[in-house]
């Protein structure tokens, strides 16, 4: 019921996987990946077990073939298992039971394993991981592209409903939660594949606003530029962010902001007349931001 990719990227050492189903929620079971250990897709007939039980021994950085054998051996019903994995080691692993439904078979190349079961034909496969290889770009693009033609070849036999896209870094951490850069699930939709590819560029957009937010001096306490040009820069990104989030004043509104601190009031003013239109409210939360300290109420009173 379902195609999913798993890799690892060499070059970033970065772990991802993507999977898309006609079944509601697939990613609340089909994909895991936890930071500097692995990630796992297991499918058809899901059972968590493999998901836990393969994180833990990829955590011991155990070759990723040798996991999926052993849980393999302790499953009772391997037969309506399909399980991909691949650890920090980049030895992707994949398996298909003997009475997982037509289409179904999987392909592993180096630190990517494709694998799909209920597929409209033999071409899904080859094609999803013919155009994970070839895509530009990080390993989060180079997974959106793949499951993109993977849904071009015909996907599901019976169409698609839900998706899910997940990015770990490579390294082990003590904070995996600050280090899932791409964490995102369509749960039921008609295009999910589609409304994935937004999610991420919505991903993305929001990134440019939450790293200008949090950006110490440009944002939070008293302003300055860490590094001569800084500001440019993240007005610049929140301008690319702008262009993304159609309809959402944020990204214009923080600029709007940026450009106050740094004392560029009629450029802040300028920018700010777009987000206050389309959120009158925003007036209000301008007077609260002189209380947290962003803002002093002579610059706001400027701006407005």
């Known amino acids: 019921m379902t195609y999913s990719i798993v890799a690892r990227d060499p070059a970033t050492g970065q772990l991802g996987v993507g999977c ?24 058809a007939f899901v059972d968590g077990r493999y998901a836990g039980a393969g994180m833990a021994a990829l955590a011991e950085g155990r070759p990723a073939a040798e996991v999926l054998d052993e849980l393999v051996a302790a499953d009772p019903h391997p037969q309506v298992r399909q399980v991909a994995l691949v650890g920090r080691s980049g030895d992707a692993a994949s398996r298909t039971g003997g009475s997982c439904i037509g289409f179904c078979g999987g392909i592993v190349e180096g630190p990517v394993a ?8 033999d071409r899904v496969l080859p094609e999803m991981l013919a155009a994970y290889r070839s895509a530009p770009g990080d390993l989060a693009e180079r997974l959106m592209v793949a499951m993109e033609a993977a849904e071009a070849a015909g996907g599901d036999v019976r169409g698609s ?3 899910s896209l997940v990015v770990v870094d490579g390294e082990p951490v003590s904070d995996p939660w600050n280090h899932r850069p791409v964490d995102l699930r369509v749960d039921d939709h008609p295009d999910p594949v589609g409304e994935l590819r937004r999610l991420l560029g919505q ?23 860490p590094s001569p040009g800084d500001r440019d820069r993240a007005l610049a990104r929140l301008a690319a962010a702008a262009r993304v989030m159609v309809g959402n004043p944020e990204a214009d509104f923080w600029a709007a902001v940026l450009l106050a601190r740094s004392g560029d009031r009629a450029a802040a003013r300028e920018r700010l007349a777009g987000p206050l239109r389309q959120n009158p409210r925003l007036r209000g939360f301008l007077g609260r931001m002189a209380e947290a300290g962003f803002l002093d109420h002579g610059e706001i009173e400027e701006l407005l």
């Open 20 to 43: 898309e189903s006609h079944f509601f929620a697939p990613g609340a079971g089909v994909t895991r990946a936890d930071p500097g250990v692995g990630a796992i897709a297991t499918q």
């Open 114 to 121: 494709v694998q799909g079961n209920m597929l409209a034909s």
């Open 161 to 163: 409903q839900g998706a």
């Open 203 to 225: 991903r993305r957009a929001f990134d440019a606003v939450s790293s200008t937010m949090f950006a110490p001096g440009l944002m939070v306490g008293p302003y300055h530029e």
